[in-house]
Nanobody, 115 residues
Framework: QVQLVESGGGFVQAGGSLRVSCAASRSIFSGNVMGWYRQAPGKRRELVASINKSGNTNYADAVKGRFTISRDNAQNMMYLQMNSLKPEDTAVYYC?????????WGQGTQVTVSS
């Protein structure tokens, strides 16, 4: 199995919360770094947050203090908890992994934040 599958996207009002999940195949999840990217209509795909096996994280300035990335190594799962959501957070959110010199992407899950 070689795949990344996102879930948990949906509609939420500004100020609300949402958690998106990424289920990864074991081989891909064994890589050191995974992350979340997002792409809004008419915008470039951008890095939202990343996390390594040790739990060290990095966040885009736009989401610092509001989003939390985490991973469950036993279940090969990665999460992005999104709080205090803003309309500008509306985008397709993609799971990303880097393993053995190859970049992997999921199909994405839509997050829509209404005002």
């Amino acid at each position: 199995q070689v795949q990344l599958v996102e879930s948990g996207g949906g509609f939420v009002q500004a100020g609300g919360s949402l958690r998106v999940s990424c289920a990864a195949s074991r081989s891909i999840f064994s890589g050191n770094v995974m992350g979340w990217y997002r792409q809004a209509p008419g915008k470039r795909r951008e890095l939202v947050a990343s996390i390594n096996k040790s739990g060290n994280t990095n966040y885009a300035d736009a989401v610092k203090g509001r989003f939390t990335i985490s991973r469950d190594n036993a279940q090969n799962m990665m999460y992005l908890q999104m709080n205090s959501l803003k309309p500008e957070d509306t985008a397709v959110y993609y799971c990303n992994a880097y393993h053995m010199g190859v970049v992997y992407w999921g199909q994405g899950t839509q997050v829509t934040v209404s005002s």
